[in-house]
């Protein structure tokens, strides 16, 4: 091949027949994103100035809380800001921006999901604590008790009898329990729900024999 001055350079003629590249026609937004990656501080601002209206179209047509589109922006622009080295200058820089600001919040939108799955487990979790303490240890269902509740707790074993005092009436975790009793979390489980089964097949083995409590 000749070396006449009409000849295009392999790495530019990559953008149709005119000669005209794509990485000629976006120069200015390649040298933008260039300057930002070497951390040119003054064209960080303008790039991010520049893409902000790309960015909130884009959070705010995924996410319907305008609190949640903000948070995404934010998220969008710091994605945007660390891989502006990335852009290699073969189409606008607002369709590259739409392009890494579209899966930044999605993952933004998958990860607070997660998070509001987790703190709704961590919620039902409660409730079934409130329940369980809910049970043969409640103020008023003591009252009604056929026999004081240390006769019915001094006929479970002792490993169940702790497990159970622990667990119900002063509100240890189960993790808390496996700690200070030196067992396995799965055995700490298997005596909280033996002793409770115990206690209530004791109490309604009283009640069927019309035990009355005595003061």
């Known amino acids: 091949m000749g070396s006449g001055g009409n ?13 005209r590249t794509s990485t000629s ?29 790309t960015v909130r179209r884009v959070s705010r047509g995924l996410l319907r809380r305008s609190d949640d589109a903000n948070d995404a922006v934010q998220i969008s622009l710091m994605d945007l800001l ?3 080295s990335n852009y290699a200058g073969r189409g606008p820089l607002e369709a590259w ?4 600001a579209t899966r930044s919040t999605l993952r933004w939108m998958n990860k ?71 067992a396995p979390v799965p055995t700490v489980k298997s005596r909280i729900q033996k002793g409770h089964q115990e206690l209530c097949r004791l109490v309604r083995r009283d009640l069927k024999l019309g035990v009355r409590r005595t003061e």
Request: hydrophobic content about 40%; glycine content about 4%; overall charge neutral.
């Open 7 to 19: 000849a295009i350079p392999m790495d530019r003629a990559l953008d149709g027949s005119s000669g």
């Open 25 to 53: 026609a976006y120069a200015d937004d390649l040298a933008l994103a260039r300057a930002v990656a070497e951390g040119d501080k003054r064209a960080c601002e303008t790039f991010a100035r520049r893409l902000l209206p």
């Open 82 to 84: 660390s891989s502006a």
């Open 97 to 100: 921006a739409q392009r890494i």
């Open 112 to 182: 607070q999901k997660r998070v509001r799955e987790r703190r709704q487990a961590q919620a039902q979790a409660q409730d079934g604590e409130q329940r369980e303490r809910r049970t043969l240890l409640q103020t008023e269902l003591l009252d009604r008790l056929p026999r004081p509740l240390e006769e019915y707790l001094g006929q479970l074993s002792e490993v169940q009898r702790v497990a159970v005092l622990l667990r119900f009436a002063m509100g240890h975790t189960i993790p808390e329990i496996a700690e200070i009793t030196s």
